[in-house]
């Protein structure tokens, strides 16, 4: 399974963009690449899922460079309900531990 | 988007009692759930696999005696926490799969069940 890396933690302001960026530097061909959201108290919520270059949703956009080594999840104007913990996973779906290994995530705080 | 379900969302129990929690797929069928514990400000940690009709598939370190899993159907599984400790509290997060085999299938997550022992 790909290890990834985030950020422990994260600050921004109401109505900014905000980048949270994911190493990947061993992702395996299959793989692909997953966002969460948590609140406290609560299960993670799915964002986002790419396999190359970008996608976009109603909430946010994931960017993976050519290398698929890492990958960035985008979200535009954030307000203060968008205050949660990200997770980045990465993995095949097709694998039967697909998505079952979650790294410590980045804890984003957004500031009125 | 697919719902799951969990209850109760929260319980306190005594020491040495036994809690059963239910996580149920509303609008779709999940031929696998997952359970997930999840401690104060840490990540979540997978415990076992569920498969609709067969055995649960235990994560190395978790007791199969002590946190029984059943998946009868494919949208209800079940948790029980058996001769519960201070130490099982926690926060006890189930997910599910659906059918369909398709490549960018995602998990579901239920909203969580709080277990406090005393």
């Known amino acids: 399974l790909a290890k990834t890396t985030q950020p422990i933690s994260m600050d921004s302001y109401e109505g900014q963009e905000v980048n949270i960026t994911c190493s990947h530097n061993n992702i395996a061909t299959n793989d692909y690449i997953t966002w969460y959201q948590q609140f406290p108290s609560q299960g993670p919520r799915f964002i986002i899922q790419?396999?190359?270059?970008?996608v976009t949703n109603e909430v946010a956009s994931l960017f993976i460079p050519a290398d698929r080594k890492s990958s960035t999840l985008s979200l535009p104007r954030v307000s203060l309900s968008d205050t949660a913990v990200y997770y980045c996973l990465v993995g095949d779906p097709m694998d039967s531990n697909y998505q079952l290994i979650w790294g410590a995530g980045t804890k984003l705080i957004i500031k009125p | 988007g697919a719902v799951v379900s969990q209850h109760p969302s929260w319980v306190i129990c005594k020491s040495g009692t036994s809690v059963k929690i239910e996580c149920r797929s509303l609008?779709?069928?999940?031929?696998?759930m997952f359970w997930y514990r999840q401690f104060p400000k840490q990540s979540l940690m997978l415990m076992a696999t569920?498969?609709?009709?067969?055995?649960?598939?235990?994560e190395q370190g978790v007791e199969k005696d002590k946190f029984l899993i059943n998946h009868a159907s494919l949208t209800l599984s079940t948790l029980t926490v058996t001769s519960a400790h201070p130490e099982d509290s926690s926060f006890y997060i189930c997910?599910?799969?659906?059918?369909?085999?398709?490549?960018?299938?995602?998990?579901?997550f239920g909203p969580g069940t709080r277990l406090t022992v005393l």
């Open positions: 997910s599910g799969v659906g059918a369909g085999g398709r490549v960018t299938d995602t998990q579901y």
């Open positions: 569920s498969n609709e009709g067969s055995k649960a598939t235990y």
């Open positions: 790419g396999y190359k270059t970008k």
């Open positions: 609008d779709f069928q999940a031929t696998t």
